[in-house]
């Protein structure tokens, strides 16, 4: 067991803890040579045991009877390996870790060079790091890649094999980097409303089909973002006022909002259903779908160009392009979606 826990220890790790243990072994025989043979104090051994250790030559203190010499010898030679050992391990961490973050580095641009269809997050602030444990938690098949200047702040929260571009997300060379023209969206959560416009700006240039979510801190930016280009404009400021508002006036009501948006709560879920060409679906009535019977889902709107029918009718009668905002289990979800351009019974 336990060495099985030694060898689940990364190498770095257990040559320092090794070399550490070395050092506190080496000092606690020295001291209690030095207090045995040369009679001297605790500190007075202490300082002889490093003098000796590190090979820097005894000045106003050295040993004076022959076992104190004799042990001095013993101590000098082993000090003198540990020291080397000690550097030696030193040194081959720095290049070994120098030479794994070269290679990790290429491995990364490898991947970040075959991505298409993939999300991309621009910024790592507070609201970008909950943006990554939500996409994290949803457990879903997605190519997500985070563009943050700092690379130490990213690891600190992204797990290591998580995709990155370190670089500055304003940078149009970094876009194009990040394969923009390919991607199917792009979420600027910058704490910049100004960056935030400039990164949708440019992310549009490149690609016009691309879905972009843009933070707004300001409810004037809100339009200007729109405009940029923008499908989806979010001010958590407001959205965090309205929730706490909510929370005062009707708990029950935020709680299930809650639990229906919290992606670890698998067994009720919203999500999005397109309508492809050859769905049977179009044309039939909501009532006559028999979505809930079927399917087990429940339909909570319509998404049609650039309106939504909340609660649709029971004779609204589903169209090619339609988007279909459902709630339900994330099996059942995927059942439809992937039924929904076969035959209906």
Sequence with gaps: MFRKKWLDIPTGYRRLLFLSLLVILLVGVGIVGFMHYESLSFFDSLWMTIISVMTIGYGDMYPVTDEGRRFALLIVPFGAGVVTY???TAASYLIEKQ????????QMDHEVDKLEDHIIVCGFGRVAQQVYRELRDMGEEMKV?????????????????TLRLI?????????????????RGLIAALDS???NVFITL???GMNEDIEIAARAEKEGSEEVLKRAGATRVINPSSIGGRELALSVVSPSGIDFINDLMMAEKKEFVVGEVI????????GKSVESSNLRREYGITLLAISREKDVLSNPDPDEQFRVGDKLIVAGNHDSIESLDGKVNGPID
């Design 86 to 88: 000690g550097l030696g």
């Design 145 to 161: 890649l985070y563009i943050h200047d700092n690379e130490d702040e990213l690891l600190e929260v992204v797990d290591q094999g």
């Design 167 to 183: 670089g500055d997300p304003t940078d149009r060379d970094i876009l194009e980097k990040a394969r923009t023209d390919k991607a």
């Design 99 to 106: 030479l794994s973050e070269k290679v990790w580095d290429k």
């Design 193 to 195: 409303d100004a960056d």
């Design 202 to 204: 440019t992310a549009k």
């Design 275 to 282: 309508l492809g060409d050859s769905c049977p679906l179009a």
